[in-house]
DNA sequence: ATGCATGCAAACTCTTTGCAAACGC
DNA sequence: GCGTTTGCAAAGAGTTTGCATGCAT
């Protein structure tokens, strides 16, 4: 199932000719596995072990690269100031935890005519969409494991 | 109706124990007022005949205020890498045309249902909501108006 | 062998912060 | 008059860019 995203956005590299350096294979992999929508620090962090000379600037650019490939998508920040990328293009909401900011999915069928009736109604040619719901992951509801200033009084992301 | 709105932020700042100060109130009335969900930029730069010693950093600190009592949203970026911002907190879709970057809303019945659901199967306390469907809007998609180097093949906002 | 990709460092942009002067209450 | 708010300047943070070296094809 992984492998098969990662498959994916491999194939999709070397679809449009370009290069299959080991670097953006292991940030294709990383995105096809991980479940929380990594950011470019959090991707670069991950892989340095692997990489010991890996740059932040060689995130992005391949981040730009499956981005403008149409084969991730970028999520905004999760209050946390940062990008978030999500290889998981299929009509869905994100949530995010104003707290810990953490991103989880959510699925959601009604998902999928609502999309329709905005074309439909809007005359706008959708092309993507950003479903967040924002507020307290049940862990983060009850425990007070992270106590820390609670300053978005508001909910508003960044 | 605009002055509604715009009562209802001043109104916010007051019981807040707040001052308001004329560049507050302007602040207000233009978030109150304007249909296209401005940046932090587009307000000073529209208020800035009026005030001509106006500040960007008091635009941010009082868009963080408003923030904060819960009296706007932030809606992310929109393409342009800047936040924008809406006073207009009931429950809605925001249309973000990746090519001229204007926001434009977009009423929808089905999201409050949506919104419940949520709540209950996913066990976070929702807080807000960010419903952003971003593409080419009417006028971008027929005339070449704003004729501007497209980059954006993703769609991806930011 | 060719030219795209990497990685370093510097640059950019939006946003935040510190602090003295100004002003709402 | 007191204490908040403003406005300027400088700092901060994430992201982008330029360019020489390195590597996939």
Redesign the pocket.
């Known amino acids: 199932m992984e492998t098969r995203m990662m498959n994916h956005l491999i194939d999709g ?2 679809r449009a000719g ?7 294979v292991a940030i294709c992999r990383l995105l096809a596995e991980s479940k929380d929508h990594p ?3 959090m991707i670069y962090h991950a892989l340095l072990p692997q ?1 010991p ?6 995130v ?6 499956l981005k403008r490939l149409g084969l991730v998508q970028s999520l905004g ?1 999760a209050g ?4 978030h990328y999500d290889a998981d293009l299929t009509p869905h909401i994100n949530l995010v935890c104003v707290r810990c900011h953490r991103v989880s999915d959510y699925v959601e069928e009604a998902i999928q005519q609502v999309e329709q009736r905005v074309a439909e109604r809007s005359g706008y040619e959708i092309q993507g969409a950003r479903i967040v719901y924002y507020g307290l992951c049940p862990t983060c509801r009850n425990g007070e494991k992270t106590p820390q200033i609670e300053e978005q009084s508001s909910g508003g992301v ?1």
Chains 1, 2 share one sequence.
């Open positions: 590299l070397k370009l290069r299959l350096t080991p670097q953006r950011t470019a620090s990489f000379t890996l740059s932040l600037a060689t992005y650019k391949t981040l730009d690269v920040d946390d100031g940062c990008e960044r």
